[in-house]
């Protein structure tokens, strides 16, 4: 119907220059719907044997196996994560060991320098102490002799005065008067 | 003549493409409307969006066609 | 008729325009002259075959490497995998899940049929009711089958509102049973009617373009709609394929 009025119309009106067999609408040629038809059924099923055969089965497998594979390496990522948590909680361990052994070896050490230094000193202390009496007892000695000397030359100082003066005099009432002086 | 008076009612069918034009700003600004005041439901409406304007849409299109064949078939 | 009309109201500044917007949908025999016959070798089988090669390359040539980090060409291919097969999942529900390379294979060739139709010179296999009736049909006739195979006379429960009031449930019947065989038609003009009406009015401006003063008012107007129609071209095959699913979920799950 399309056809015969389309090409009246075409040819009355003076359009007929593109074509007799293109009336108005191609789209309602239904001469050409056989040849589109069949085309198509075949342009469909080679698109739908493409895609379900090859294209579909091997997307749905690139797809899954990419879920899988983050899932796996998510599982991964926080497996290492603990270990490195791990890793972290023993070198603070590791350092906090180390810390009280070398406060300890310090201590160590100042306790025996302490204990040298003391001994050194007790040492030192007890040989002055001795230099010391040693000094005293010859001092001693010194002042002891020095007084006898001093006593032997008062008598004989004393006997020879009063034997100058005309006196005479034992020897033992001379020393007996000046011990007795000498002590005051 | 006749043909005339076919371009004419071919005319007066593209109102029908006006018609559809309101039809499908309707539905396109009162999704808009809702998608502003609640915007996470809007993701998961998209579908019956499109699906309403393609509604709307296709008697605009079926005016159109009521003109091309007042124009080229009758 | 409109190249008469056209020309008389331009014809003293253009010198004639000529507006052919509906030429490019003319199926024409690749090779030769003739009388076009079903097995004839037409534009037709040119551009549905330029289709198949596409989506032959996209979907497996692209893949070929099975690759765990995608390739750019890979990474396409699983996003359209991945975006009809959750469309088919969220719409049509799991048990649809079978229907997937079928409602792939739909929504490839719309897809590529619409894309390639947009290449300059080309014939665009999605802008003939022939194409799209077929589609359409295909649909109608797997949803209304697989739904009798399915539920058996429980499908009928489709057209049988329960939840409405009883009085009204046979007026609700006939509408549901207009609306159900309304949809095929709707399914397939909507399909046919965007590609063909983008792209004739391209055409038409294009056909605008022969007078000097117009043509670069023209030109933009041809670029502007260029971009809706490549939004169109997907849009539409988007909306086909979730119609199909819609109408499947009907299939599998007939009460309301």
Known sequence: MATSTGDGLADATGVAEHGASAPGMPQLNFDHWGNQIFWLIIALAAIYFILSRVALPRIGAVLAERAGTITNDIAAAEDLKQKAKDAEAAYDKALADARVEANKIVAETRAEIQADLDAATAKADAEIAAKAAEGEKAIAAIKADAITNIETVAKDTAAAIVAGLGFSADDAAVSKAVTSRMKG | ?74 | MATETAAADHGAEGGGLVFHPMDQFIVKPLFGEGEVHWYTITNVTLWMALAVLAVFALMVMMTSRRATIPTKGQSIAEMAYGFVYKMVEDVAGKDAVPFFPYVMTLFMFIVFANFLGLLPMSFTTTSHFAVTVVLALAVFLTVTIYGFMKNGAHFLNLFWVSSAPLPLRPILAVIELISYFVRPVSHSIRLAGNVMAGHAVIKVFAGFAAIAIISPVSIVAITAMYGLEVLVAFIQAYVFTILTCVYLKDALHPGH
């Open chain 2, 1 to 74: 003549m006749e043909g005339d008076l076919a371009h004419i009612g071919a005319g007066l069918a593209a109102i029908g493409s006006g018609a559809a034009a309101i039809g499908v700003g309707n539905v396109a600004g009162n999704f808009l409307a809702g998608a502003l005041r609640n915007p996470s439901a809007a993701a998961s409406q998209t579908a019956t969006l499109f699906i309403g304007i393609a509604f709307a849409e296709a008697l605009g299109i079926f005016a159109f066609l009521v003109a091309l064949l007042l124009m080229f078939a009758v």
